[in-house]
């Protein structure tokens, strides 16, 4: 390792911490101090000769050289001391039942590991069926909690497949206007040509985010994102071309990159080098390159890549903003940067302080941020569009983890607890004939642990099929590393514990008098009861999911019925692309085919949104506008709630009117009648309010301004006459292909372009969720009811002797379990309206919280509870008194 | 068998031990494990050669008192070693045994 004598980093001259904590934790007490002492000379020794990194790494691994046999037969030799010493204390009033003529072997005695195993493997196969319950539940969660574990690896791993990535820096802007601070990823691109001066930045690269502009295909337009760049993106990034050069980027402005992916969507193959193609508002390029999908996420996702120097030439036409040599401009162009040296980020950030910039209003400072630290980000950046998850996401999905995990080893408490009975008397033999308490708690926390490894066999499975259904997680891969397969293992450890944990506990307290004296007398403790408790909680949660499945399911419902009623399906739109369209329109009107047309970007709902400040009596508001053709007010036949529609003849050149909607007035007004013929204040002009109209009734409820800006419409929405939808498309083409030879016609039909079916993203997630908590719910209670029939088996063989109908034997043991989801509903049922309300808040008022839903999805659960619990009980009726009664 | 029997590793940190007991150092951990890096070129691991020494000292062929703690070691304390009369014996006994064979093998065999 080069180190030079101005490095401002101190070596570090002391072992890693973690290893001498491993040390003092796996080494004999007795000979801990003479090791590590030897270990640390050694240590200093290895500085000196290779140096402080080397020197770590190599105490790192002698560290873990102490796990060899004999050091750790040592170690548990010495604790186990410790234990004798230690326990009789506690336990002299339990243990002497006899004096064992030799002492117990210890708890981690090979021999009795492997006892407990046996003895753990038989206890699963005796009891298959809650083997096979326990198993499926977890496997069914770690599932869930495996994917979710990928997904957080990917996040990690974002953009690691940098070379020199901790020399790699991304320039951020702090902009101060009027005293507030506003951080940016993004920096001006003059301030690269400096940066290229500074003697530690060995190289930068300028990045321009042109966002999305149409690729024009005999298919119709096909929107791309377009990044312009400079041929160092490829040294600097781990971005590599499969064919053509980087170099062609600065030789040639009209030369394009495409990615893979890209060049798949738009070629069907990516041997395409030389292929022209146009993009609408920029001009036709040649394909001088195909660029490698990257191995990992990355902040920088590229679909098309174009020369800094053709947004130079495309500046100079217009085409876009200009902002090359605009210090103000930042907000869409990024700056990146490699060190000569990873310490020299410090300077970096040093030496940016001297090119803050004032601006008009506002004035600059710039940042260094090290690529590593975009993803997960940790601070509140501005167009920072692909930095991905950010801590908060990450924590919240360890949080799902943690909850589902636990739901279904609450499956493995639960039934655990449910057979304390069956396993008291084995507790009680092993405690007399000597056993500690600690190695009842090591048999019973041998068998969770196996279970959860048995599960973790049936969860590659259920991965596999479960990431087709979650979003985003298509192209999730497993790589079958070392790292992967220890972490699942670890996973199904750590859950096997966790599950067995409170039953091993439980169990191991009981005392041998008691269980082995009169079983059917004792009352064991209240804490069995505590599978009650645990079931009610699962299916509250499954109820409070059931709920949101059902009230967002009934709200696609309704939403569907209403746009089928209202959007008629003979309207076609036709996206004007920023030209003028009055001549357009009268042609199109003037089609045989066609019933009336109206420029408009509000249609039942809006097509396209803007943005105002609104001042009423001293009150300024932000609230969404919409451009809006008066006539389709008329046409459509919508009642106005207040007040009338823009009156026919309007002045084009000053804005007179406006209308509002229903939940626009009641922000601004406390009676939402006053505000007709009021004065607004429209960002500085004012304008007087003319009408309320109602709320759109498809969508979400926005607050909406309705306007008449001819020059911000968008769309020509055009109503034909029935059954001659092919006739009007192509007659509407060939009158836009006259006009503006030059761009594509955008017509679709809006029922089928905008409505056709499809599943909300709430409603997938909601409804996975529901459906694995359910589940595991029911698999849990599945094994329950089975014990309780099991166990009353006597019982119920009395019973029927005395006369009770099969009928009535059933009913007993299912009326347990029917008071234990009434009880589930009880808070399933308010907690699920809590977070239907929460849910109505984000998506508008239509969520139907009543009455009917709730109903529905708590019968839904209870039905499917009480099936399985029935599943079961329904043996009961089916016994033969003589057979269960002969034995006694 | 009579002679207590001892691996290949054994003997040679036995006969570090030997080396090493009567210098300033001493024999501990770290400079039979240098001793013997440099002789055999073999990689050696402090833990390694204590497990040895351990066992060793089990036997009754070493014996070993703690002591010299310097700044280097953290203030930790070294465990010195001694060779025993019954270590003495050993040796004497290997290379006895090694010595036989060699001279029972015929003279060409050298060259």
Not at chain 1, 82 to 89: D, N, T
Not at chain 1, 117 to 125: D, E, G, P, S, V
Not at chain 1, 700 to 712: A, D, G, K, S
Not at chain 2, 3 to 13: N, Q
Request: net charge positive; aromatic share 8%; charged share 20%.
């Amino acid at each position: 390792m080069n180190k030079s004598f101005s490095d401002p980093t101190p070596q570090p001259r002391h072992p890693p911490r973690w290893a001498d904590r491993l040390l003092c934790w796996l080494t004999p007490t007795d000979l801990l101090e003479e090791l590590q002492g030897d270990l640390h000379e050694q240590f200093a020794q290895q500085v000196d000769q290779v140096g402080p990194w080397r020197a770590r790494w190599w105490y790192g691994l002698e560290a873990l050289k102490v796990i060899r046999p004999y050091y750790l037969r040592r170690r548990v030799a010495s604790l186990a001391n410790w234990q004798k010493e230690y326990l009789p204390k506690r336990l002299a009033t339990t243990r002497p039942y006899f004096t064992p003529e030799h002492l117990s072997p210890s708890l981690h005695n090979p021999a009795m590991i492997r006892n407990y195993f046996k003895i753990a493997w038989r206890n699963l196969w005796k009891n298959k069926l809650f083997s096979v319950v326990n198993i499926l539940s977890l496997s069914l969660s770690m599932a869930v909690g495996v994917i979710l574990f990928t997904g957080l690896k990917a996040t990690f791993d974002t953009d690691h497949f940098h070379p020199k990535l901790n020399q790699l820096v991304r320039i951020l802007t702090q902009e101060t206007n009027e005293g507030v601070q506003t951080k940016w990823a993004s920096a001006p691109l003059p301030l690269a040509t400096q940066l290229n001066s500074v003697s530690f930045v060995e190289k930068t690269v300028k990045v321009r985010l042109a966002g999305k502009h149409n690729l024009q295909t005999d298919k119709g337009d096909v929107p791309i994102d377009i990044k312009f760049s400079e041929p160092s993106f490829f040294d600097v990034f781990g971005f590599n071309l499969l064919s053509g050069s980087a170099q062609s980027l600065a030789n040639n402005p009209t030369s394009l990159l495409l990615t893979q992916k890209t060049a798949e969507k738009i070629f069907g193959s990516t041997n395409v080098l030389g292929h022209t193609v146009q993009f609408e508002n920029l001009g036709y390029y040649t394909v001088g390159g195909i660029i490698q999908d990257p191995p990992l996420e990355t902040h920088l996702p590229i679909e098309a890549m174009l020369s800094i120097r053709s947004a130079e030439l495309l500046e100079k036409k217009g085409a876009i903003s200009s902002i090359s040599q605009d210090w103000g401009g930042f907000k869409s162009s990024a700056i990146y940067a490699r060190l000569k040296s990873d310490g020299n980020l410090e300077q970096l950030n040093a030496t940016l302080q001297n090119y803050t910039r004032k601006l008009d209003k506002s004035h600059l400072q710039f940042l260094a941020q090290p690529i590593e630290d975009i993803t997960p980000g940790k601070i509140d950046l501005k167009s920072n569009p692909h930095a991905g998850a950010s801590w908060e996401d990450v924590k919240t999905q360890l949080f799902i983890i943690l909850s589902l995990t636990l739901l279904a080893a609450f499956n493995y408490i639960s039934l655990a607890l449910a057979r304390a009975f069956s396993r008291a008397q084995e507790v009680g033999v092993r405690k007399i004939i000597g056993a500690t308490r600690g190695q009842v708690i090591g048999q019973f926390l041998m068998e969770s642990t196996l279970v959860a490894l048995c599960a973790l066999f049936f969860t590659v499975p259920c991965v596999t099929i479960l990431a087709h259904y979650i979003p985003d997680m298509d192209d999730v891969t497993f790589t079958w590393d070392i790292a992967f397969v220890v972490g699942l293992i670890t996973y199904a450890l750590i859950t096997g514990l966790v599950a067995g944990a409170f039953p091993a506990w439980l169990l191991s307290a009981f005392q041998p008098i008691q269980v082995l004296r009169k079983m059917k007398t004792i009352k064991l403790f209240r804490g069995v009861a505590v599978y009650k408790a645990l079931i009610v909680v699962q299916f509250s949660v499954t109820i409070l999911f059931m709920i949101l499945v059902v009230i967002v399911a009934d709200y696609d419902r309704k939403n569907n019925a209403i746009i089928s009623s209202t959007v008629p399906s003979n309207v076609l739109t036709l996206d004007l692309k920023g030209e003028n369209y009055q001549n357009l329109q009268n042609e199109i009107s003037g089609l045989s085919q066609v019933e009336t047309t109206l420029a408009t970007n509000w249609y039942y709902e809006p097509i396209k949104l803007g943005k105002d400040s609104v001042t009423l009596n001293d009150k300024t508001l932000e609230v969404n506008y919409v451009s809006i053709d008066p006539r389709a007010i008329e046409t459509e036949g919508i009642r106005l709630l207040a007040g009338q529609n823009f009156p026919s003849t309007m002045p084009l050149s000053t804005e007179q009117y406006v209308l509002v909607n229903e939940a626009a007035a009641k922000v601004l007004a406390s009676k939402s009648e006053t505000l007709v013929g009021q004065n607004l204040l429209l960002d500085s002009a004012s304008v007087q309010v003319i009408g309320i109209l109602p709320n759109e009734i498809i969508g979400q409820q926005l607050p909406l301004i309705y306007r008449y800006l001819p020059n911000e419409i968008t769309t020509l929405t055009i109503k034909i006459k029935p059954h001659t939808e092919m006739e009007a498309t192509k007659a509407i083409q060939s009158v836009w292909k006259d006009h503006f030879p030059e761009k594509t016609a955008n017509l679709y039909n809006l029922k089928e372009y905008r409505y056709s079916g499809e599943i909300s993203g709430e409603m997938e997630i909601f409804g996975g969720s529901a459906l694995i908590i359910m589940i595991i719910a029911a698999l849990g209670i599945l094994g329950i009811a089975s014990y309780s029939v099991e166990t009353r088996t006597k019982e119920l063989g009395i019973r029927k002797v005395m006369g009770a109908s099969n009928v009535k034997l059933v009913w007993i043991i299912t009326k347990n379990f029917g008071i234990l989801m009434l009880i589930a509903g009880l808070i399933g049922v308010p907690a699920g309206l809590f977070c239907g309300d929460l849910l109505r808040k984000e998506m508008g008022s239509y969520l139907d919280l009543g009455l009917i839903n709730i109903s529905i999805a708590f019968a839904l659960v209870a039905i499917v509870g009480l099936l399985t619990v029935l599943s079961q009980t329904i043996r009961a009726g089916q016994i033969e008194p003589v057979k269960v009664l002969k034995a006694d | 068998m009579s002679r207590t029997y001892l691996g290949e590793f054994e003997e040679l940190v036995l006969l570090a031990v030997a080396l090493l007991q009567d210098q300033p150092t001493g024999a501990y951990g770290v400079t039979i494990a240098d001793e013997l890096k440099q002789r055999t070129q073999r990689s050696t691991s402090v833990t390694g050669v204590h497990v040895v020494l351990y066992r060793l000292e089990e036997k009754g062929l070493v014996g070993s008192e703690l002591g010299g703690a310097t700044l280097a070691r953290g203030g930790r304390r070294k465990r010195l070693f001694t060779l025993t009369a019954a270590g003495q014996q050993v040796l004497r006994e290997m290379r006895q045994l090694r010595l036989g064979f060699w001279e029972a093998l015929p003279t060409p065999f050298f060259s």
